[in-house]
């Protein structure tokens, strides 16, 4: 069989060779994650006589059959096939979206498999980078094809549906789940999450708001462009500051309690080829998820047409839905355990995440203010520690009100439209070069 020192094997869906010190430190998305995962049974895979060819095979029913979302895979060759075969595009646009579900999910699947190695603060920066990678690598090839409104349009409705609709249903499930027990969570983490949020949507909202009280556009050009690059500053600053605090000086204000320590630890020894055969099915699964993404952005805007949808109701509702719905969905599952902090973690650490360190700070009037009123209403939601149904109802009918707002929108994809001339500019020159 394969080595027992191998990190792969799981037992129900718990890595089982984690040190304590590692265990101990895994973040709410890694908890979250985990809710999704199942145990794969090595039966027939151990018969295999060839060593190689036998751990071959075991990290690949590992990686492929280890989670409850698998049934998800055949739609990555799908989109693939139905590409360059020249099938209506709208069907590659569903196809990828299918696809990168499982994909998101086993990215932080395999993070945590390399922490095995690296130890739990290499580890929490990994998960903190690829936590978002979905989303980050989508933005990517829409800003290459000039598609910016896609860009900002999924990295707000990333914070949107992590405040409303995920942090909204979980409160929901976990409080008619739970509805004779008092439910109560950390304020702590809650408190340095809204606090950050609410520095973001200053950074968010001076640029417009400048902007708004200016004389005329060429008047205001460049001190807005000025402005958000002090703002962007402040926010990378702040973020940095944010991961210093979450992973070496508070570090356990954030890690999640796990559900049970029963599983002894394994031997802890660091195999070379268990690191290496990880980073590699990493970057798979990256290559992946960059194929994908790329078929999404080539794609939104046949979908739109063919299925009378807005982009923006796209780029805001449907992409960080699938992208994030590996974490969502775990999220929920531990809320209706009465397990909130590890629900908040996922929700807040998400959005606070890509408000301060990923989003574009060039919005108009309306994605402010749905920004706005959303990041306060969460904050008044959390204020005092417990939770029930209704805090939940509230936060998801919030957004079924924004989302019918994009939904009605049906304001033309229009590449740089928004943007000024001296961030047209800066790139245009990142694209030539």
């Known amino acids: 069989m394969a080595s027992s020192r191998e990190p792969w094997l799981l037992e129900n869906g718990n890595l089982k060779g984690l040190s304590k010190e590692i265990r101990h430190g895994r973040t709410a998305h890694n908890m979250s994650s985990s809710s999704l995962r199942k145990k794969s ?3 027939l895979v151990s018969k295999v006589p060839c060593r190689k060819l036998r751990q071959f095979l075991a990290n ?4 492929i059959l280890g989670t ?5 895979f055949p739609a990555i060759p799908l989109a693939i096939v139905a590409d360059c075969y020249g099938f209506a595009r709208p069907w590659v646009f569903a196809l990828s979206l299918l696809g990168l579900t499982p994909l998101a999910e086993r990215v932080s699947f395999l993070t945590e498999q390399i922490a095995y ?16 990678a979905t989303e980050l690598i989508i933005a990517i090839f829409a800003l290459s094809q000039r598609k910016i409104d896609v860009v900002k349009y999924s990295l707000l409705g990333s914070v949107l549906s992590n405040l409303l609709l995920v942090l909204g249903t979980s409160l929901f499930c976990g409080g008619i789940a739970n509805l004779r027990l008092e439910q109560k969570f950390d304020r702590r983490q809650a408190d340095v999450n809204s606090l950050l949020l609410l520095l973001a949507l200053l950074c968010h909202s001076l640029p417009m708001l400048f902007r708004m009280s200016g004389a005329s556009d060429a008047v205001t050009v460049d001190p807005i462009l000025q402005l958000s690059r002090a703002s962007s500053i ?3 600053i702040a973020y940095l500051s944010y991961l210093i605090f979450q992973l070496f000086t508070h570090r356990q204000l954030f890690e999640a309690q796990e559900e049970s320590d029963n599983d002894e630890n394994g031997g802890g020894g660091e195999e070379e080829p268990g690191f290496w055969s990880g980073f590699i099915w990493l970057v798979g699964m990256t290559a992946a998820i960059s194929l994908l993404s790329e078929y999404v952005v080539q794609t939104i805007e046949d979908a ?6 807005s982009v923006s109701f796209i780029s805001i509702i449907l992409l960080p839905i699938v992208g994030n ?10 809320a209706f355990k009465n397990k909130l902090n590890i629900s908040l973690g996922v929700a807040l650490g998400s959005a606070t995440q890509t408000s301060m360190f990923v989003m574009d700070l060039n919005f108009n009037l309306l994605e402010t203010g749905s920004l706005a009123l959303s990041i306060i209403v969460v904050a008044f939601t959390l204020q005092d520690g417990t939770s029930h149904y209704m805090k939940g109802l509230v936060l998801l009918l919030l957004y079924i009100v924004i989302g019918a707002c994009f939904y009605v929108s049906k304001t033309p994809l229009n590449q740089l439209s928004t943007i000024n001339s001296g961030t047209k500019a800066a790139i245009d020159r990142i694209f030539r070069a």
């Not at 690949?60 to 990686?63: A, K, T």
């Not at 739109?304 to 949808?309: H, L, R, V, Y």
């Open 41 to 43: 049974h090595l039966t």
């Open 117 to 132: 190695y690296t130890g739990p603060t290499v580890g929490g920066l990994l998960n903190a980078t690829c936590g978002n």
């Open 60 to 63: 690949l029913q590992e990686v």
């Open 234 to 236: 402040v926010m990378l």
């Open 304 to 309: 739109s047409d063919s299925w009378g949808i």
């Open 325 to 334: 719905a590996a974490e969502h969905a775990g999220a929920i599952i531990f």
């Open 68 to 72: 409850k979302l698998s049934v998800l």
